[in-house]
């Protein structure tokens, strides 16, 4: 199975849940006016789009349907506006070092570990020599699971002891890079302290004595969001961008919610790229983000052909 065959795997459950409601609302002939844009305003609602992404998109309707007419194919018209949108998201490639460190955040239950393990994963069929950083001290599992997914994947794997000093695991994983000639690097940090300002701090502790160590480190920060928490994941990303500097997204779980359309907020909302999208238990269930094929897989086939 190919990678968008697995993306449409993956979003199966918010398609089905909209497809059938768009079928109905793009009937052949039917006009774009306020009754139709009042049903699609309730479809998108309930696919997690977000109040505010939603009356964005209608608004976007509303004035594309008067420069086309009552006439316009407003199914397209919708596919049209949800790709612009999520292309503000792909962002721009970001510029290589060596090795390029990438601090994976978030909080626990995200998916974070997991996707650390599907990252290096994917980078390393991309030709990448990845190393792992566990971390994430403060919890055993943590470090257990990702030497798993390091075995399984053939990446070396430099972890502490629990409870230890996660900026320091950090740094011996930095340094077991630079000596191994590893092209990239992947921390994967705590996701839970007993209060949300130790959390930010150790973070930001990690961060510095990365940066000291090797100048701009980390080059990319990676917030983990579980798709599953819908619009409440949109407060956890705002959080941690203002105090970690996020630089990306990573969204999990969209193989386990009807309401994928979060990326949708996420795009209009955050101001930050979506980098990957991650779904399934398998390390290959994992891809960069991609507009185009992610508005396929969220509305599924055409609803329904243009009037004559």
């Known amino acids: 199975m ?3 065959d697995k993306l449409k795997n993956a979003l199966t459950k918010t398609r089905e849940a909209i497809t059938e409601k768009l079928a109905a609302v793009f009937k052949p002939g039917r006009k774009l006016d306020r009754a139709l ?3 699609l305003e309730d479809i998108l609602l309930s696919a997690d789009v977000g109040l505010e992404t939603t009356e964005y998109l209608i608004t976007r309707l509303q004035e594309a349907g008067r420069k086309a007419g009552p006439d316009a194919d407003a199914d397209a018209l919708l596919r ?3 790709v612009t949108l999520l292309k503000a998201a792909e962002g721009n490639p970001v510029e290589p070092a060596s090795p390029h460190v990438v601090l994976v955040v978030g909080v626990n239950g995200t998916g974070k570990t997991t996707s650390v ?7 390393a069929t991309q030709g990448q020599s990845v190393i792992f950083a566990a971390a994430d001290t403060f919890r055993a599992a943590a470090i257990e699971q990702l030497k798993i997914w390091g075995e399984r994947s053939g990446i070396h794997v430099v972890a502490g002891e629990m409870n230890g000093d996660s900026a320091a695991v950090a740094v011996d994983a930095l340094q077991a890079a ?5 092209n990239v690097l992947i921390v994967d940090t705590a996701g839970r302290l007993h209060n949300k300002s130790n ?6 502790k990690v961060s510095r004595v990365l940066n000291k160590r090797s100048l701009g480190a980390p080059h990319e920060v990676l917030l983990v ?5 819908g619009q409440n994941g949109l407060n956890q990303a705002r959080e941690f961008t203002r ?3 996020v630089t990306g997204l990573i969204l999990t779980k969209i193989d386990g919610t009807a309401k994928g359309g979060v990326a949708l907020a996420i795009a209009r909302t955050m101001n930050l790229p979506i980098r990957y999208v991650g779904f399934g238990e398998s390390l290959d269930d994992f891809e960069p983000f991609d507009a185009v094929k992610f508005a396929e897989s969220l509305l599924g086939e055409r609803t329904a052909a243009p009037a004559n």
């Open 80 to 82: 049209e506006e949800v």
């Open 199 to 204: 959390l930010m701090q150790e973070l930001e």
């Open 178 to 182: 630079q000596s191994r000639g590893a």
């Open 37 to 39: 844009l009042q049903e």
């Open 117 to 123: 393990g599907k990252l290096g994963k994917f980078l």
């Open 243 to 245: 105090t970690t500097g």
């Open 2 to 4: 190919g990678l968008f």
């Open 225 to 229: 969001l579980d798709a599953t928490t």
